[in-house]
Nanobody, 129 residues
Framework: EVQLAESGGGLVQAGGSLRLSCAAS????????IGWFRQAAGKEREGVSC?????????WYAGSVRGRFSVSRDKAKNTVYLQMNSLKPEDTAIYYC?????????????????????WGQGTQVTVSS
């Protein structure tokens, strides 16, 4: 069964860092664009970042995280990472990774939820002030 599993969330003080992992089962992550999303309590799910296949090499970031978050992949481990630095209380949310239905490249509308067909279960990130 095709699956994604996030890990690495937790409680951190403002200004701290966390690295989230997104591991894939039954498919090769590098064959698809992979998005990171988050959903805070009472709010809609929003796009955080998108990483294209390594053959494409185009990544996107939401304005609210650009310069603080970075996305990468380890092909050998079939895992994508979201490095989050300088965390703020407003970064508190459940973070999800998701695989596009098809395609290797993150497009300009990468944050549109309908592009993604496989989602992980999410990992909680809480940033205290």
């Amino acid at each position: 069964e095709v699956q994604l599993a996030e890990s690495g969330g937790g409680l951190v003080q403002a200004g701290g860092s966390l690295r989230l992992s997104c591991a894939a089962s039954e498919f090769t992550l590098d064959a698809y664009a992979i998005g990171w999303f988050r959903q805070a309590a009472g709010k809609e799910r929003e796009g955080v970042s998108c990483i294209s296949s390594s053959s494409v090499g185009i990544n996107w970031y939401a304005g609210s995280v650009r310069g603080r978050f970075s996305v990468s992949r380890d092909k050998a481990k079939n895992t994508v990472y979201l490095q989050m630095n300088s965390l703020k209380p407003e970064d508190t949310a459940i973070y999800y990774c998701a695989r596009v239905v098809s395609g290797r490249a993150c497009e300009r509308d990468w944050s549109t939820l309908e592009q993604y067909g496989t989602w992980g279960q999410g990992t909680q990130v809480t940033v205290s002030s």
